[in-house]
């Protein structure tokens, strides 16, 4: 594929080359030698090497002299990349930058080329070796930067985010899975020179994060915004986010996140999209409540395995949000065919709805469907034991996308067939509001301790 590249038929130079070798393990550092030196590959705008391990330093040095124009780069699934191959691609790029504003490029050249590494987009998917040292190389080497994806590196800390808070031009990031990140990097993020321009943050799994920083997050103007599965987070977060009036969608996917959340986050009129699954101490009374009654632009609703929801939470949907496109429920052992026929009842717009383990429903419901929601154009009922085959099948040349069985809900499902719960589920531990703090140190090791809290490097 690179030789092809290296060739110069006519009109190449007017293509934008997308290039991706993800997995490909049989090419070598002298296979990314030949981006350096054929003409055609110096035309690359996206390159994926996910998953390419045999990779060098050296390989690194070939695809900085060789691609200049690269605007998205991809090294998901990488454990060899380390802080020395980005350091040495960021020193090489900040080089060929200086060469282009003292050589022959014009302005209008430097405007292209002048973040030509790492620009638009920079993929890093569970690397285990790259610390501090590299993000804030490559931030220094890249202040175009606009879009960062980072999940799932653990030796990221605080430190890094106080380098990427400083990308005046950030519009999206994900650091999810990063688990020594915590309130103090927040504040860099959203008191820094990126805070303007930053509108999608991804939290997931961050569990050192917790009300502090959200209160943070919401004096910004987000559009996007998920905190799935952080355990600090409580009920008085999503009060904060409920002044956050440029909100658009949020995910708070197995937080502990009570029916008092929920009703505060319905003082969000703006909100289009929420994923609530496995909050599973939300019940019908925070859905029937303040949330419905003000979040009626909502169009997109996630509550699977919300266990403790009822019709009586349909009901209140399907009457006071009339816009619903998407209506995920599956894993809702109390949902019955009146839940679906709410539905049917003025649901001009429902187009994807999924009620897979929704285990007492019964042979009305694809009826009900069929005739009350002429939009539909995907349905999944998968273990719906109590939905027969010939009553499914009746519905599916109603719709694009269709799924079927009447297999038993699988044990993680939490339930048996009768939608009785396997185990009992165990109220959260009441979360204070306040920082967390660091076990005392000894006293020879005080400097060092105070600067970690801090969230700096020591040097």
Known sequence: IIHILTIQPPHLHKLKIFLSLACCRRFTDKGLQYLSSGEGCHKLIHLDLSGCTQISVEGFRYIAAGCPLLQQIVFNDMPTLSDSCVLFVSEDVISHVRQMVQGQYQHTHFVCYGACYYNCLCVFVGNSRMSDISWRALCRSSPGLTRLHAADCPRMTDSSLKSMGALKNLVYLNISHCSRVSDMGLRYLTEGPSASKLRELNLSNCSRINDLAIMRVAQNKLNHLSVSYCDNLSNSGLEWLSSCSSLLSLDISGCNIMDQGLIALGGNPGLKKLVASECVWITDIGIEQKFCRQARGLEYIDVSHCVALSDQAIKALSFYCRTIVTLRMPGCPKM??????????????????????????????????????????????????????????????????????????????????????????????????????????????????????????YE
Not at 374 to 390: A, D, F, H, W
Not at 391 to 409: F, G, I, T
């Open 336 to 457: 019955t065919d009146l839940a679906v026929q709410y539905l049917t009842v003025g649901r001009h717009f429902l187009r994807e709805l999924d009620v897979s383990g929704c285990v007492l429903l019964t042979d009305r419901t694809p009826r009900f469907l069929q005739t009350g929601c002429p939009q539909l154009n995907t349905i999944n009922m998968v273990y719906c034991r109590g939905i027969s085959k010939q009553a499914a099948l009746r519905l599916q040349p109603c719709v694009e996308k269709w799924e079927h069985s009447n297999d038993d809900a699988p044990y993680w499902f939490g339930y048996d067939s009768l939608g009785q719960l396997l185990q009992p589920i165990g109220r959260p531990d009441k979360i204070q509001d306040t920082w967390e703090e660091e076990e005392p140190a000894p006293r020879n090791n005080k400097k060092r301790n105070l600067t970690k809290a801090c969230g700096e490097d």
